[in-house]
């Protein structure tokens, strides 16, 4: 059994505009962590440089007093540090009064079960084989929105023109069982001769709560 952290690695924390998503627009604190139990080819964090450790109390007291809509947990993938969000939610969430928003990518659920009664927002991608070399993860990714669908849940999807019908058929299974919001992302940088509106289509004829969103702070050149 896993030991509670005392401390974590934590690559970054600052202020910004969120720029994926159905939030996309407002001013979101964003607290991101090294540890990721992936791999995925279009990473664009680089988690070798610089980063710092924090406790729980620490980071409080870093983050207390910045004014914005919410608190973003990104990495990485933050549920690697479940132990430590468990500690430092259960001891801050209330005091802070902030929207507490997770961005995952949606295979580890025995950890969310742990720590889902602290968080108001999911925002959970699924990661395709087809964008990111890694292997789809489907089943892991259906275990994970039972766990979440009773809290705001949307799904990302980034994508190329190498998506699978069968991608699109499996996202698909995963989102109407709770009629879940789809967001589909462009792979950034984003190639001129990807068939956007076609994907989107494909989409659209098999599920209709899907909307297409790039992500917006890449093109406003912010964090």
Known sequence: MQQLSKK?????IFSSIQGEGIYTGEK??????????LNCGYCDTDFSSSSKEYSADELYEKIKDIKVSAI????????CEVNFLKDFL?????????????????TMYKELAQIIDYIDVVSMDIKLNSATGQLNRFLDNE???????????????????NITGEEIKNVVKCAKKYNTTVILQPKMPMDNEINLIEIFEKFYNLY????????IHKFLNLA
């Open 90 to 106: 259960e001891k801050y969430r209330l005091k802070l009064n902030r929207k507490i928003y997770l961005e995952t990518n949606g």
């Open 72 to 79: 973003s947990f990104t990495g990485g993938e933050p549920l």
């Open 8 to 12: 974590v690695k934590i690559k970054e």
């Open 28 to 37: 979101h604190l964003f607290v991101r962590f090294c540890s990721c139990n």
């Open 208 to 215: 209709e709560n899907i909307r297409l969103i790039p992500q």
């Open 143 to 161: 275990q994970f929105i039972e766990l979440s669908h009773k809290k705001e849940l949307f799904i990302k999807v980034v994508f190329d023109n």
